[in-house]
């Protein structure tokens, strides 16, 4: 089965920096454009950055552009999330998903079809 494993999460101060990451097993991680998404408690789903197979296409939410990265690195069959300036703000679970459309960069969540069971990010203030 293919399965998603979130790892990296935890607490940061405002302003500085922390990355996560996501292993794909089960499939290469090269047959699907991979995005992150986070929820915050009380709040809705939220799309944060998709990037397409060869990691050549990336496309960002406004709330993150400018100061979030995403990379990948199918060799290893991963996907990486470097946030730096965090802020309270960023304090969510973030997901990685895995979306059948490859060629993409998908933003909705109806376009992933797999999903991580979440790491946490805390920012303090």
């Known amino acids: 089965q293919v399965q998603l494993l979130e790892s990296g999460g935890g607490l940061v101060q405002a302003g500085g920096s922390l990355s996560v990451s996501c292993t794909v097993s089960?499939?290469?991680?090269?047959?699907?454009?991979m995005g992150w998404f986070r929820q915050a408690p009380g709040k809705e789903r939220e799309f944060v950055v998709g990037?397409?197979?060869?990691?050549?296409?990336?496309y960002y939410a406004d709330s993150v552009k400018g100061r979030f990265t995403i990379s990948r690195d199918n060799a290893e069959n991963t996907v990486y999330l470097q946030m730096n300036s965090v802020n309270p703000e960023d304090t969510a679970t973030y997901y990685c998903?895995?979306?059948?459309?490859?060629?993409?960069?998908?933003?909705?969540?109806?376009?992933?079809?797999?999903w991580g069971q979440g790491t946490q990010v805390t920012v303090s203030s």
């Open positions: 089960g499939h290469p991680a090269s047959s699907y454009a």
């Open positions: 998903a895995a979306s059948l459309r490859r060629y993409n960069t998908p933003s909705s969540p109806a376009d992933y079809v797999y």
């Open positions: 990037i397409n197979w060869r990691g050549g296409n990336k």
